[in-house]
């Protein structure tokens, strides 16, 4: 496995951006922005190439990977024209193989992981009946161990009581509530940083697996557990 990392040089750019987010800054310090690319670049090179070999992943450059550092500032109160972290995304292919990866990297708040952050109405309700009618596969998967460990629980955005057509007294409206389903994962500057990186990300993303599985079933199957497409 390819030993990359993040460069120190980069977590400080990203700090002296957080300090100067305008535009004549940015342009004043765009040898280090261009720097500070190509790293993040290698490192979603170093990613998507890993995981390659341990799921079916859609193709991508190490540059498509990554969102734009350019923030936009249409309909927010917030102008600052600059996000202060790099992130990237992989996505799994075929309609059979549910949930994103994704890691993001900011100083004192690198975060890998992923799941479904914004499911349709349709998935969404389709998840939230699967769990009403059986909570217990779910509950295994998160309290294994290795979940548990690397995880600890799931996160994400929930309503306040119980979505509509579900009784807001159900054994596991806890999961119920749940509009998002996302696992992550922290690290510190000194992890981010350091050779083996990228053998952490890969594993952190492997430990999904169980939970993308569960998902992937219940998402290309109807209620009676009957294919809705062909392998």
Known sequence: MKEVCVPKSTLTYLKDLGK??????????KDRYTQAHESMITLAEAIMEEMSMV???VPK??????YRIYRDVRFSKDKSP????????????TKLLRGGYYFHIEPGNTLVGGGFFSP??????????????????LRAIMADPTFQKTFGSLVGNTVKTAPRGFDSEHPAIDLIRYKQFICKRDFTDKEVTSAGFVEEVVKTFQNLRPFFNYMSEILTTDENGVPLYEE
């Open 20 to 29: 100067n987010n305008n535009k004549p800054w940015f342009a004043a310090n």
């Open 120 to 137: 349709n109405s349709a998935d969404l309700k389709r998840i939230r009946k699967e769990i009403a009618a059986d909570p217990e596969p």
């Open 61 to 66: 450059s190490g540059k498509q990977t990554l």
């Open 55 to 57: 799921d079916n992943i």
């Open 82 to 93: 600059y996000k202060q972290h790099w992130a990237g995304n992989l996505v799994r292919a």
